[in-house]
């Protein structure tokens, strides 16, 4: 069996568009002026010492806290980085480096 091969026509169409007239409303926002106050508010900061031996000692409670989480008594885990974090910005002086290391 062969297949017949038929021609295939396509009819052309012509569309017309008619013109459309669209009305648009012109809308005006009036917005009124907002006042904001703002309360100023002064903190003083103590300086604080640090010593080696409280900074060994708040890294022993960050450390028992870490023990704690991995043990699953506790669910925060990121307490203790931050508190890691925060002995370890407080070492400024090079004798509680040397207590880190």
């Known amino acids: ?5 038929r021609p295939v026509t396509a009819e ?10 669209v009305k648009v409303e012109q ?10 106050k703002v309360e100023q508010r002064t ?3 103590e300086p604080k010492t640090v010593t080696a031996d409280s900074l060994l000692q708040s890294f022993e409670l ?4 870490y023990i704690r989480i991995k043990k699953g008594k506790q669910k925060n885990s990121a307490n203790y980085t931050q508190t890691l ?3 370890l910005h407080r070492a400024d002086s ?7 290391v």
């Not at 052309?12 to 007239?21: C, G, H, I, L, S």
């Not at 809308?27 to 904001?36: D, I, L, Q, Y």
């Not at 960050?62 to 806290?65: G, K």
């Open 94 to 100: 090079p004798s509680v480096a040397k207590c880190i």
């Open 27 to 36: 809308r005006t926002v009036k917005a009124e002026p907002k006042t904001v």
């Open 62 to 65: 960050t450390r028992n806290t």
């Open 12 to 21: 052309q169409k012509t569309v017309k568009a008619e013109p459309r007239t």
């Open 43 to 45: 903190v003083k900061a």
């Open 1 to 5: 069996m062969t297949a017949e091969q």
């Open 85 to 87: 974090h925060s002995i």
